[in-house]
């Protein structure tokens, strides 16, 4: 069975610029998640959806980040603009039966 | 609020040595435990979980007891291989709002063949 998808693996870009991730979940999950992970400050929860609609963003940084769940299959992480402190590794991860939750292989975002 | 408190690594390690990694939690309810391996390049994997007081946890030769009256879950396992190494993650959730997992900052293990 195919886990959770999530690309680009690797992204870099510059300051300024717009990024977006992509998360696909395993098929029949209902609740999709996106963290932010970095050494500083470890696993953040960023913002969950349940059957594709947001139901906790408190964990968005600011206005710079936006979040999309526009069907069961696919969601996107939008940064813009983005800044050198968003570089991190960014995991989404999907559950069927909380608190049980499937990560994927995460994007490693890099903002120079 | 609820949180986790882990030993910090790197804890390196010979190959069949004893592992031990500390984990202990404050939660104001009766929360779910967890232990979550993130191998290099990969996402986190759940390892094991114990739900209640008493309970032990046990994957793949690692095994945790949730001890409620230590407020602790340490993660053990007799003989540690080369294939271990990775970074560890203590969590727990809360069993009424369970939509939320908390993690500990990850304890990195390096074992040395």
């Known amino acids: 069975d195919a886990g959770v998808i999530q690309s680009p693996r690797h992204e870099v870009t510059e300051m300024g610029q717009e990024v977006t991730l992509r998360c696909k979940p395993i098929?029949?999950?209902?609740?999709l998640f996106w963290y932010r992970q970095t050494m500083m400050r470890g696993l953040e929860l960023l913002i969950y959806?349940?059957?594709?609609?947001?139901?906790?963003d408190s964990g968005m940084p600011e206005d710079r980040f936006s979040a999309k769940m526009p069907n069961a299959s696919f969601s996107t992480l939008k940064i813009q603009p983005s800044e050198p402190r968003d570089s991190a590794v960014y995991f989404c991860?999907?559950?069927?039966?909380?608190?049980?939750?499937?990560f994927g292989p995460g994007t490693r975002l890099t903002v120079l | 609020g609820d949180s986790v408190t882990q030993m910090e690594g790197p804890v390196t390690l010979s190959e069949e040595a004893f592992l031990t990694i500390n984990c202990t939690y404050t939660?104001?309810?009766?929360?779910?435990l967890f232990w979550y391996v993130q191998y290099p390049g990969e996402g986190l994997q759940l390892l094991l979980k114990?739900?209640?007081?008493?309970d032990k946890g046990s994957n793949k030769g690692f095994e945790a007891t949730y001890r409620k009256e230590t407020t602790s879950f340490h993660l053990e396992k007799g003989s540690v291989q080369v294939s271990d190494s990775a970074v560890y993650f203590c969590?727990?959730?809360?069993?009424?709002?369970?939509?939320?997992?908390?993690f500990g900052k990850g304890t990195r293990l390096h074992i040395l063949p």
């Open positions: 991860a999907s559950s069927l039966k909380l608190p049980e939750q499937f």
């Open positions: 098929s029949g999950h209902d609740y």
């Open positions: 959806f349940n059957n594709n609609v947001p139901i906790d």
């Open positions: 939660a104001t309810g009766y929360p779910s």
């Open positions: 114990a739900t209640k007081a008493d």
């Open positions: 969590a727990l959730s809360d069993q009424v709002r369970d939509d939320k997992i908390i």
